[in-house]
T-cell receptor, first 111, second 113 residues
């Protein structure tokens, strides 16, 4: 069974702190990895994509990928109350036509 | 900025009725997807569509479901005979290339009574 696993949380951090979100996946041949943010009642909003091992930074967000460990993470620096949402890890499986989402991690940023 | 649009935003139907959910993907995108999200649960892949045919489908996407690109802009999901358990948010997404970032529409909330 090809799966994407995330800690459901909630993860609570104070404003200005770093939030660290983690995700593991089961399909060794996965090639593309995404982080989405979803506010309650809204659709997933793309934050970042990452395709190769290492770090990728975009503003306050850094995605990290380790294919050997089948692990992808998202760091949010200087967390803001507006970052409070559910963060979804998504992994493109196998040949690429199927994307599997994790159940999401709920993040609360306390002012 | 280009975006994926979906209509209607909310559809209420009786069990056993047919529904068609509509999506307009981003204009230069070639790959199209449908997902569903039951309230409180995770986003689930239904189907991907490329070059006017289904590329892959999940176990959820049974004979009651079908997809179509009837013209150059619309992409539709049809549920032939709705069941109570089909009540969910349905999201359309599109991407420019295979393995590329997918952009989601705002969703259609389907309520089956």
């Amino acid at each position: 069974q090809k799966e994407v696993e995330q800690n459901s949380g909630p993860l609570s951090v104070p404003e200005g702190a770093i939030a660290s979100l983690n995700c593991t996946y089961s399909d060794r041949v996965s090639q593309s990895f995404f982080w989405y943010r979803q506010y309650s009642g809204k659709s997933p909003e793309l934050i970042m994509s990452i395709y190769s091992n290492g770090d990728k930074e975009d503003g306050r967000f850094t995605a990290q990928l380790n294919k050997a460990s089948q692990y992808v993470s998202l760091l949010i620096r200087d967390s803001q109350p507006s970052d409070s949402a559910t963060y979804l890890c998504a992994v493109n499986m196998g040949g690429g036509f199927k994307t599997i989402f994790g159940a999401g991690t709920r993040l609360f940023v306390k002012a | 900025e280009p975006e994926v649009t979906q209509t209607p935003s909310h559809q209420v139907t009786q069990m056993g009725q047919e529904v068609i959910l509509r999506c307009v993907p981003i204009s230069n995108h070639l790959y199209f997807y449908w997902y569903r999200q039951i309230l409180g649960q995770k986003v689930e892949f239904l189907v991907s569509f490329y070059n006017n045919e289904i590329s892959e489908k999940s176990e959820i996407f049974d004979d009651q479901f079908s997809v179509e690109r009837p013209d150059g802009s619309n992409f539709t999901l049809k549920i032939r005979s709705t069941k109570l358990e089909d009540s969910a948010m349905y999201f359309c997404a599109s991407s420019e290339a295979l393995l590329d970032e997918q952009f989601f529409g705002p969703g259609t909330r389907l309520t089956v009574l």
